[in-house]
């Protein structure tokens, strides 16, 4: 069955993402403490990507997230609206093959990419394929208009809110946030081994 009305979709894509979060933390994996042994080397940079510290900068990152994602999500329900409009009009000055399909594409890029930064699910992915879509917009506007500053200012703003959120993460405030240290075997916080203030207070016993 073809889309005919985007707003049905994406809501049905935010229900189904709310269940699967629930879902997720009732299954035994999210009561599992990690097991001994090597940690994931990209652990420690995975969890500072998606747990900034601070609350006021998770604050303004959640912030970001849902100016960026709510006011995007309709430039991609416009376009699934009428592919074939938006392909002839924008896609075919940028003389790309296939026009219909990366017409398709700007759109569930958009739409997608909207509600995954807004939730902070996949953070990183959404954030890409706004910035994707929104740097490619800006070629388009460049080719056809010029540097006109009134015709690239809310292009090149949302692009760069894009590659802010890409950079900096999702902040506290996030599926992300709270889904790493479960996938990563490090729930709240906890290390593989004994901190080092535990180990300094161990008192060796001597044999008899």
């Known amino acids: 069955m073809p889309l005919t009305n985007p707003i049905e979709w ?30 994931l080397p990209l652990a420690p940079a995975l969890l500072a990507y998606v747990q900034r510290p601070g609350w006021l900068a998770s604050t303004g990152l959640l912030l970001l997230r849902l100016s960026i994602g709510l006011l995007m999500i309709h430039h991609g329900q416009e376009k699934l609206a009428d592919p ?6 924008y896609v075919a000055s940028l003389h790309l093959p296939f026009p219909l399909f990366f017409a398709y594409a700007a759109g569930f890029s958009e739409l997608i990419g909207s509600w995954l930064v807004i939730l902070g699910l996949l953070t990183p992915l959404g954030a890409l394929a706004l910035s994707s879509t929104m740097a490619v917009a800006a ?24 590659l802010a959120i890409l950079l900096n993460g999702p902040g506290r405030f996030s599926f992300d946030a709270g889904m790493a ?28």
């Open 84 to 89: 074939q409009g938006f392909a002839s009009t």
């Open 10 to 39: 994406t809501t049905a894509f935010l229900a189904a993402t709310v269940a699967l979060w629930f879902v997720g933390r009732s299954l035994p994996w999210s009561t599992l403490q990690p097991r001994g042994g090597p940690s």
């Open 139 to 162: 070629v388009q506007h460049i080719l056809t208009g010029g540097f006109n500053i009134y015709v690239l200012e809310l292009v090149l703003l949302y692009l760069g809110g894009s």
């Open 181 to 208: 240290p479960l996938l990563l075997g490090q729930r709240n916080g906890s290390a593989t081994e004994a901190p080092s203030s535990l180990r300094a207070m161990a008192i060796p016993v001597e044999k008899g």
